[in-house]
């Protein structure tokens, strides 16, 4: 069956630190990958879009990167802060059809 | 201001007594889609349209309803509502070129049937 695995575990860091999130899928063949950012009781966030012929992808202390062999994406949040904590999703796209979220993982900066 | 707004934010309800949660957006966007989140199981998705009377069910579609006659609206119906229907519902929306791009999500409805 099609799966997206992100660590349930919370990842918990010092500040200052890079974290780095997993995102694993099975069974899907994405075009596309995208990150949000959800904050407790509040709707996700988009961060950043990847597509498949794309290795890797920047913004600001962001870096998203995307192995369609290894079928993984990594996310990465350079110079952490405490209010880069919360929980991260990570979503696919297979072709045309609707896209689809993994469970999240919520990262604890501490200060 | 480009958002997506849902209402009611809360909601307490019986089991049976149907409701609308609807769903309005300002930015023109061709797709649509309701998602409900509960705890240990991320988002799922309901239903999705990509565009004016074009709906398609998602993920976990049993005992909700969908319409698409406007552009900017998208109402999720529950025709008999239960209690394993309690949980903090989403809806979102985006252009749609060859894929779906950036979403911008709803602020969240907070059901809760009794």
């Known amino acids: 069956s099609q799966k997206i695995e992100q660590n349930s575990e919370a990842l918990n860091i010092q500040e200052g630190k890079t974290a780095t999130l997993t995102c694993n899928y099975t069974n899907y063949s994405p075009a596309y990958l995208q990150w949000y950012r959800q904050d407790p009781g509040r709707g996700p966030v988009f961060l950043l879009l990847i597509r498949e012929n794309e290795k890797e992808k920047r913004k600001e202390r962001l870096k998203v990167t995307f192995d369609t062999t290894l079928k993984q994406s990594l996310f990465h949040i350079t110079a952490s802060q405490p209010a880069d904590s919360a929980t991260y999703l990570c979503a696919i796209q297979p072709g045309r059809r609707a896209l689809t979220f993994g469970s999240g993982t919520r990262l604890q900066v501490q200060p | ?114």
């Open chain 2, 1 to 114: 201001e480009a958002q997506v707004t849902q209402n009611p934010r809360y909601l307490i309800t019986v089991t049976g007594k149907k409701l609308t949660v609807t769903c309005s957006q300002n930015m023109n966007h061709e797709y649509m889609s309701w998602y409900r989140q509960d705890p240990g199981l991320g988002l799922r998705q309901i239903y999705y349209s990509m565009n004016v009377e074009v709906t398609d069910k998602g993920d976990v579609p049993e005992g909700y309803k969908v319409s698409r006659k406007e552009k900017r609206n998208f109402p999720l119906i529950l025709e008999s509502p239960s209690p394993n229907q309690t949980s903090l519902y989403f809806c979102a929306s985006s252009f749609y070129r060859e894929h779906a791009n950036e979403q911008f999500f709803g602020p969240g409805t907070r059901l809760t049937v009794l």
